[in-house]
């Protein structure tokens, strides 16, 4: 469903909000198209990719980076060398070296919809005051009638790839080296990420949550079975969208098959938490409204949480109760979200959680690396050791926003940025 080269015209006349309708959004698309056709333009015969300088040297492995190493869960912060072989890390030296570069692990970032990238930045709710809109986080996001689902409801499969091949261009330029989706429109939809993710060749590694695109068809089922064959499991919008049948069915049919279930819950309010908890997910994202005896359920079922702390400020739910998570037992990882509220920038996301929460730096590091890791069920990645894939960032620890760090842990939670990285591994 397509528009060959303009926006579609939309038909809808529901309204999506009050003083919100669809010429505001037929307005809008046309701003959308204005600007993409100028970036065109203006960007003519220039190619926007780039690659970092990552040939460091030749040694008698694959390849050797030095600096100061954030090493292990920890982390564990020591000099020296980390010798990479065959993609993998086959040693870590501890020695003086000359190089003062830190070398981290790359991020991971346990939840994103990658699908609405272009539609960046919509209208966030109904003007109530001349200088403040009164936020709806109904009206830009749930299924059908939201103004993400309207939106990508209008997107061909070639706009649809093109814009997803942006966002994983910009989830690698911000140092992440795995990203978790919930991937709307059914095994279309899954597809267009795994054409996107072929065209960009880059190497960032996709955790594909699918969604059918027709819960309540009589080819349901035949959706769900085909959906399994080519998605690393089920992503649930939200379970008050479903009936208990449907619902059973993504549950029973994701175990048998060895799939990953990951459910939202509790964002705007906890009427869905304990239906959710009922359908023992191996992923909860959200939980921005649960309470202590919410999260002692969920700890003791073992859940892990991914938490999106700028996306719940963006649309006006409030914060998630991380501190309480931790003291739960729960292993909690960070997610950037919806790329048309904010941008995959982990660095942004964990200075949010260090300052607003004043959590330890340690504990920040591990969110946005290991605790993610395990949540996706990537242990391969996720720290600096040894036998792990070489997934590595090197930041200069000499450039302007770096230079006079005392405390590189506290530096790399509080203040590092994307341009602070020299190079990508």
Same mark, same amino acid.
């Given at each position: ?31 959308? %198209?204005?600007?993409?056709?100028? @970036? ?22 694959? !390849? ?20 990479? %072989?065959?993609?993998?890390?086959? %040693? ?36 109530? !005051? ?53 991937? %709307? ?39 769900? !079975? ?83 702390? !700028? ?103 509080? @203040? ?10």
């Amino acid at each position: 469903m397509g528009w060959s080269g303009s926006f579609p015209a939309f038909k809808y006349r529901v309204k999506v909000m009050s003083g919100f309708d669809d010429s505001d959004l037929k307005r809008l698309l046309g701003i959308i %198209e204005r600007v993409e056709n100028e @970036r065109e333009s203006e960007n003519a015969g220039l190619s926007p990719e780039f690659e970092f300088d990552t040939n460091f040297s030749d040694y008698p492995c694959d !390849r050797m980076v030095s600096g100061l190493i954030f090493k292990g869960d920890g982390p564990e912060l020591v000099y020296g060398n980390v010798y990479i %072989e065959q993609g993998l890390i086959k %040693e870590i030296e501890e020695t003086r070296v000359k190089s003062e570069n830190w070398i981290v692990p790359r991020f991971i970032n346990a939840h994103t919809h990658i699908g609405d990238t272009m539609l960046k930045d919509p209208p966030l709710g109904n003007v109530y !005051r001349s200088f403040a809109v009164q936020r709806d986080l109904d009206v830009l996001v749930k299924p059908p009638n939201g103004l993400k689902h309207k939106f990508l409801s209008g997107l061909s499969a070639e706009e649809a790839v093109c814009s997803m091949e942006a966002a994983i261009w910009d989830i690698y330029q911000n140092g992440i080296s795995v990203f978790a989706d919930f991937r %709307e429109g059914g095994v279309d939809g899954v597809h267009a990420l795994l054409t996107a993710l072929q065209k960009t060749s880059r190497h960032v590694q996709p955790v594909i949550f699918g969604r059918p695109a027709h819960i309540a068809s009589p080819s349901f089922s035949d959706e769900l !079975r085909d959906l399994l064959d080519v998605a690393d499991g089920i992503g649930i919008s939200g379970v008050n969208d479903m009936d208990g049948s449907a619902l059973s069915q993504l549950s029973s049919k994701s175990a048998s098959r060895q799939k990953k279930l990951a459910i939202h819950a509790g964002e705007k309010d906890r009427s869905d938490i304990e239906t959710a908890v009922s359908l023992k997910p191996d992923l909860l994202i959200h939980m921005t409204q649960s309470t202590p005896d919410d999260l002692k359920t969920v700890a003791d079922e073992g859940i892990p949480i991914t938490v999106c702390v !700028r996306s719940n400020m963006t649309t006006g739910v409030g914060i998630p109760p991380v501190l309480d998570m931790l003291d739960a037992g729960i292993r909690v990882s960070v997610g950037t979200d919806n790329i048309m509220l904010n941008s995959p920038d982990m660095f942004e996301e964990i200075h949010f959680l260090s300052k607003i929460y004043g959590l330890s730096d340690d504990t920040v590091f591990r969110m946005a690396t290991s605790a993610g890791a395990d949540a996706v069920d990537c242990r391969f990645t996720g720290s600096i050791e040894v036998g792990k894939k070489a997934d590595l960032l090197i930041l200069n620890a000499k450039s302007s926003n770096l230079k006079y760090v005392k405390d590189p842990l506290a530096g790399y939670a509080r @203040r590092a940025r994307t341009d602070d990285i020299l190079g990508i591994i």
